[in-house]
């Protein structure tokens, strides 16, 4: 019977799922600070061609480790509460729709955490129609990024007028499960995995759409060893992934509790103290 499927789901869950967050609000200003400016930002490279039947080697200049480091650090925070905050689901390296099981779990964190602001999913339809009106016609102009779901996400939210992006992305490792794709570092190469491992892997990502601030990260597992036809007795093969993605997703959510819990008191503390 399915209400018992539905128990032995979320004993399972519970047991096996396990996950990590964490948060992050502090100056780039502040962090370069501390170290002494770098003298040399860019490096000498070789790089080779194939000319005239030869390989012609050419010493070029590129931006040196210190320098690509000073950069990725050169960020600040921007979020203030309360905050438009969109909601982005990435599903075989693709945005999506939230589905209806999924939606219910993140609209009873979002009501949670109504004093840090208003969640809106972010409409995939939206989010390409934004990227074409965006970025130019003529294909050779066209940013080497341009298809980076990244890209897509933060032009799609800006659209919305959406202050940050809750990104979380789900998917198995592993032996496959009929329905859940293998999961996907933002839509590129799966992850490995052993042959005998069947697992549900999701992660979120709380990044500021303006200038692409990382504010938290949450991550959970969940083993799908019980997935299979037996377990689920008589449900249609395509429920298999749904229900994995499901429960993966419920893995989730406790983990984004956490850090979105962390995350509003270190907001509040940084907020207090600016305005002392």
Excluded at 189 to 212: H, K, Q, S, W, Y
Aim: hydrophobic share 40%; net charge positive; with cysteine.
């Amino acid at each position: 019977p399915m209400h018992r499927n539905l128990i032995a789901i979320a004993f399972l869950t519970a047991v096996t799922a396990c996950g990590h967050h964490g948060t992050q609000v502090t100056s780039g200003k502040q962090y370069l600070s501390q170290y002494q400016p770098v003298a040399e930002s860019t490096d000498k490279v070789i790089k080779s061609s194939y000319q005239n039947g030869e390989i012609v080697e050419t010493e070029v200049a590129t931006l040196s480790t210190n320098e690509l480091v000073r950069r990725a650090a050169n960020i600040e925070p921007l979020l203030k509460s309360p905050a438009h905050i969109g909601l982005v689901r990435i599903d075989a390296g693709r945005i999506t729709t939230v589905p209806t099981a999924e939606q219910i779990s993140w609209t009873v964190l979002a009501n949670k955490y109504a004093s840090l602001g208003h969640f809106t999913p972010l409409d995939p339809f939206l989010a390409n129609y934004a990227v074409k009106t965006a970025l130019p016609t003529d294909g050779s102009a066209l940013r080497r990024d341009a298809s980076d779901i990244i890209t897509h996400i933060r032009i799609g939210a800006a659209r919305q007028h959406m202050d940050a992006v809750l990104i979380y992305e789900v998917g198995g490792r592993g032996k496959p499960v009929e329905g859940l794709a293998p999961v996907r570092v933002l839509g590129n190469a799966p992850l490995p995995a052993t042959p005998i491992e069947r697992e549900g892997i999701a992660r979120a990502f709380l990044m500021d759409v303006r200038n692409g601030y990382p504010y938290g990260t949450a991550s959970a597992s969940v083993d799908l060893k019980d997935t299979q036809r037996g377990f689920w007795d008589n449900a249609p093969k395509d429920r298999l992934g749904i229900e994995a993605k499901s429960r993966t997703t419920q893995a989730l959510v406790p983990e984004v509790d956490r850090m979105l819990g962390q995350l509003t008191a270190r907001l509040a503390q940084t907020q207090l103290a600016s305005a002392n």
